[in-house]
């Protein structure tokens, strides 16, 4: 099933390394997981979320794991904020 995740753990600036370290998998299967060939189980759902929270206070589950593609206009505005959050 194809997710977001890439999209969204790029945008915080985190690796694929740093996330299969995080959740004491290998970087193989976090690959894996990430590219939707197997899926990420409950409790890393809630902690992906939890650590995009932080960037996008209002993001769901859904969007991060079964939304098709995050939109144009919603990387445009949470670009901005992440502009704002860089020069604070």
Do not use: C, W
Not at 53 to 80: C, Q, R, W, Y
């Amino acid at each position: 099933m194809k997710n977001n995740v890439s999209k969204y753990r790029k945008f915080i600036g985190l690796t694929q390394t740093e996330l299969a370290e995080h959740f004491d998998i290998t970087l193989q299967s976090y690959s894996r997981k990430e590219r939707g060939v197997i899926p990420f189980n409950d409790r890393e759902k809630v902690e992906i979320k939890n650590l995009l929270l932080e960037h996008f206070p209002d993001i769901t589950i859904d969007e991060i794991f079964f939304a098709d593609e995050v939109s144009k206009v919603e990387m445009g505005v949470k670009e901005n904020v992440r502009n704002q959050n860089i020069s604070n």
